[in-house]
């Protein structure tokens, strides 16, 4: 199926007298007929659903649904995209370990990596966009477990030239986990430019209506992962099961379920998972009028004298339109718009202050339009150097394009600009 009807009719498939519509099973077990049938789901070689810390029906269909989009052989959902950026960092890498990551990724996750993961004994290396090869190379080294960047990053909007950091990472070893929020795979489907492992924020666009907190992580099957202790020698937690042996293809997001799941209980409840199922069915169509919405957005900003700068790939004059071009559909560069406006953080605040139909709002990636100062905000927890870094200025807004007519949302810009 493409895309579009995977979104509609992907994951669940309705039999003979079955509901059309995904049914919620909201239950925590289920029951066997034999003590034999469920040791063997303990066992792993099995497969049926045990307990839903682990595993539901109605997670499990959202989950064939978003892997199906992404072209991943399986997905793993989780209680929120910070919990899935963790996991996908965790299942291969430990204490005494390093990792290389970017420095515009969003504000909590750089938290997360820097400061979280630090305490745990795993250090992130921060490189920059600019940085040529052969500076991440160096700090590549035997304990390096892999590379973690975003296709858009959050706010900042700079686009990742996936195939040159996929091919990067492979030549040392390890693999590319992208996270994918924003562009989605109707946008961007990663793996096709030589990523490994896919995450998301599912909050963001997939649900559209901030209704649900919730995360994926989509495993490419692609990677091999035989130099990995974890996954390619045996687990005693299972009585010797070997990842790569039993799973083959599936050795890495079978562990994520299994073994991290199972013991940090990032868990999704099964109507969340179907609250998502709602917004993935409408978001092909949801993604199109947010990046038409949003072109038209930093157009008309880049026509006013009260606007310093505007960063939009899909701007012919931004500095990623040839990096959109190639990796985004059709150039659509999804519905968030970074700019500044004169006066600073003061003009910033003013601005946000007067808006009407736009809501200040600590979220992104909502069918309603809403805004927000990350400096202030979620931002707030770095330092100077790291929101220079992640290019994040005292008077940066980011506008996240909703789908309402165009004209109300230019009314209310230009009436806000007013004020500043």
Not at 57 to 78: Q, R, S, Y
Not at 284 to 299: G, T
Not at 377 to 382: D, G, N, Y
Request: with cysteine; aromatic share 8%; net charge negative.
């Amino acid at each position: 199926m493409e895309k579009e009807t995977i979104c509609v009719q992907g994951g669940y498939e309705s039999k003979n007298g079955e509901p059309r519509v995904l049914p919620i099973y909201q239950s925590t077990t289920y029951s066997y007929d034999s003590s034999e049938e469920l040791a063997k789901l303990f066992d792993l070689s099995k497969d049926g659903h045990m307990y839903s810390r682990i595993s539901n029906p109605t997670v499990a269909a959202v989950e064939k649904k978003v892997a199906a989009l992404e072209g991943g052989v399986g997905a793993m959902m989780t209680s929120s995209g910070q919990a899935a950026s963790l996991i996908s960092v965790l299942n291969i890498t430990s204490s005494g370990d390093n990792f290389i990551c970017f420095s515009n990724l969003y504000g909590g996750t750089t938290n997360l990596f820097a400061v979280t993961l630090k305490k745990l004994g795993i250090e992130a290396r921060f490189v920059s966009l600019e940085d040529s090869d052969e500076d991440i190379e160096k700090l590549i080294d035997e304990k390096t477990t892999l590379i973690f960047a975003e296709t858009i990053s959050n706010p900042s909007l700079e686009v990742l030239d996936i195939e040159r950091y996929a091919k990067l990472a492979h030549k040392n070893g390890i693999p590319l986990i992208v996270d994918n929020t924003f562009a989605t795979p109707m946008l961007c489907r990663p793996f096709e430019w030589g990523a490994d492992i896919v995450v998301h924020s599912t909050s963001k666009y997939m649900d559209g209506h901030a209704e649900v907190v919730g995360g994926m992580i989509v495993d490419s099957g692609k990677f091999d992962w035989s130099k990995y202790k974890g996954l390619s020698e045996p687990d005693e937690s299972y009585h010797g099961v070997t990842y790569t042996k039993d799973f083959k293809e599936l050795a890495y997001i079978t562990k994520a379920r299994v073994q991290l799941m199972r013991d940090l209980g990032s868990t999704p409840s099964p109507f969340s998972a179907f609250l998502l199922n709602n917004g993935l069915e409408t978001l092909h169509l949801r993604m199109l009028r947010h990046s038409e919405n949003a072109l038209a957005v930093a157009k008309h900003l880049k026509e006013s004298k009260k606007v310093s700068w505007v960063n939009y790939p899909g701007l012919e004059d931004d500095k990623y339109h040839v990096l959109a071009n190639k990796y985004l559909d059709n150039g659509l560069s999804s519905g968030v718009v970074s700019f500044g406006t004169i006066n600073g953080k003061e003009g910033a605040t003013r601005f946000m202050d007067s808006l009407k139909l736009a809501k200040i709002c600590v979220h992104v990636a909502d069918l309603r339009t809403c805004v927000l100062h990350p400096a202030s905000t979620t931002h707030r927890q770095l330092t100077d150097e790291q929101l220079e870094s992640a290019g994040v200025k005292p008077e940066f807004i980011r506008f996240s394009t909703g789908i309402e007519n165009i004209n109300d949302i230019l009314s209310d810009i230009d009436q806000a600009l007013e004020k500043v």
